[in-house]
């Protein structure tokens, strides 16, 4: 209908309800720009004899749909060619093609001249408009400066500036990049669009699945402000140093955490792979972690080398978290007993407290506590309940425990290594691997 309006306007002179021209604000794109009124992104561009997709703020921009009758124009149907003209800005008025502009008016090429008369065909039927899947976004990564890098080299192949660098990575004015430093870099990188969100970002819930009481977070990471990462204690990762859950949780703000897994019990030093904001803070030989992207995708998987022949480098590339924890409970949506070799532990199969995370989808993210003493086996049906496609367990017994709101609604009875928090209207920079 907005075509045949078009063709309309172009044609007899009729003016639409929308403005002839449009001025670039901050955060527009010719996309989004075309969507508003519209038209496509090759219409845009062919009325304002644009070649990419670059503008700026405050640029003024033509509107296929407010365009007013060409000076030449002769009866419906037809155009008269005046300086300037291109087949392409012709089609695009008309909502119709260079091709087929060129079929009714027998061309074999693009050229036209001032004063020819041109048949124009009626518009085709609208083409359904493309919406893109990826975007670009700003991710920091942390790499190492070869031998032949220089400040310069590597500031052009970031996008920045020597002195942006320094400032970015805490470097004095005279400091050198020399080989082998780790550098944090500016990335910007095309991901995936996320699906809108269909609810808040963060529900609690106290329920009874197979009649045994749970405490669950639900988290739609569909919202591009919520951050899933580990929360240390305030020494950090420190020999000897833990806290507890509702200490966790009151220090770093999290609108929920969980207990994170297993750890030693005196230096309390994670047993598995720990990424916080794309740096690797310890590593182990647990198998299986949840994994998480900087724009929020999760997967829970295995490493993808065995840690004796990975470079640290190399492991979990892309990802800003990862919790490796086990054993898996939950998956493909079934129950998992099949467990890893790793857990010789037989505390780590018998009745306990229990904690547990798992993924609904790669965008829900599912947090679950309870007091009752359940077996590995029976915390995997109470997950496949809640309608959870893959879990692992987190730590449990005394260690399990888990926060809302900045308060433990069922504190660990013991100090623990680190959490997993999620925060919400997070706007700080996001890493990767």
Known sequence: ??????????????????????????????????TRYGLSVSQLRALNGL??????????????????KPRGSTAAGRYTVRAGDSLAAIAARAGTSV????????????????????????????????????????IYSYVRVGLRDTPETLARRYHTTPDALRRLNGLGSRSHMVPGLKLLVPLRLPVPIPPPATGRALTFKALKPLNVPVQLVRVDLRHRDVLVAPVLPRAGLSFGVGARVSQLAQRSGARALINGSYFHPQTYAPAGDLVMQGRMLTWG??????????DNRA????????LLLRPLDATWRGMET??????????GGRLFTDYSRVFRDPAVFGRAARSAIGLSSNRDLVL????ARLTATEMGKIMTRLGVKDALLLDGGSSAGLAWNGRAVADSIRRVSYGIGVFTGYTGRRYAR
């Open 1 to 34: 209908m907005r075509l045949a309006l078009l063709l309309t306007a172009v044609l007899t002179g009729t003016a639409l309800a929308l403005p002839a021209s449009v001025t670039v604000k901050s955060g527009d794109t010719l996309f989004r720009i075309a």
């Open 51 to 68: 070649k990419g997709d670059t503008i700026r703020v405050g640029q003024t921009l033509r509107l296929a749909s407010a365009a007013p």
């Open 99 to 138: 091709a087929a502009l060129q079929a009714a008016n027998g061309l074999r090429s693009s050229v036209i001249r001032p004063g020819q008369v041109l048949q124009v065909p009626p518009p085709g039927p609208a083409r359904p408009v493309r919406r893109p899947t990826t975007e670009v976004r700003l």
């Open 285 to 294: 030989r647990i198998p299986m972690a949840l994994a998480i992207t900087p």
């Open 299 to 306: 997967t829970i998987r295995a490493s993808t080398t065995p």
């Open 322 to 331: 990862v919790v490796a924890t086990g054993p898996r409970i939950v998956s």
């Open 368 to 371: 679950v506590s309870t007091r």
